[in-house]
Nanobody, 125 residues
Framework: DVQLQASGGGLVQAGGSLRLSCATS????????IYWFRQAPGKERELVSC????????YLVESVKGRFTISSDNAENTVYLQMDSLKPEDTAVYYC??????????????????WGKGTQVTVSS
């Protein structure tokens, strides 16, 4: 079974950095896309970023471009979300998710196949 484990959240001051990790297990091939979503209290879940494991193609939502970077270490079966210049509005529970796909692009509105548990990110002003 495919499983995901998100970690790396915490409390940080505005302007600080955190690196989230999504450790994957049981993924049988590189025909999977890994996603980072976030959900703040009272708000809808939002797609933040995604990456294709086969080609490393990435997507970042406009509000985090220039501050967040997504990457994958296929040897370590881990996808990272490096978050720099954090703002209070980045405060949310961050979830990683996975979807089987042979597409070269991961962006779009899709149902995820697997969800991991979230990790809390809190940015103080």
């Amino acid at each position: 079974d495919v499983q995901l484990q998100a970690s790396g959240g915490g409390l940080v001051q505005a302007g600080g950095s955190l690196r989230l990790s999504c450790a994957t297990s049981g993924i049988p091939s590189n025909d999977w896309h890994i996603y980072w979503f976030r959900q703040a209290p009272g708000k809808e879940r939002e797609l933040v970023s995604c990456i294709t494991l086969s080609e490393g193609s990435t997507y970042l939502v406009e509000s985090v471009k220039g501050r967040f970077t997504i990457s994958s270490d296929n040897a370590e079966n881990t996808v990272y979300l490096q978050m720099d210049s954090l703002k209070p509005e980045d405060t949310a529970v961050y979830y990683c998710a996975a979807r089987f796909s042979v597409s070269s692009r991961c962006s779009g509105h899709y149902d995820m196949d697997i969800w991991g548990k979230g990790t809390q990110v809190t940015v103080s002003s």
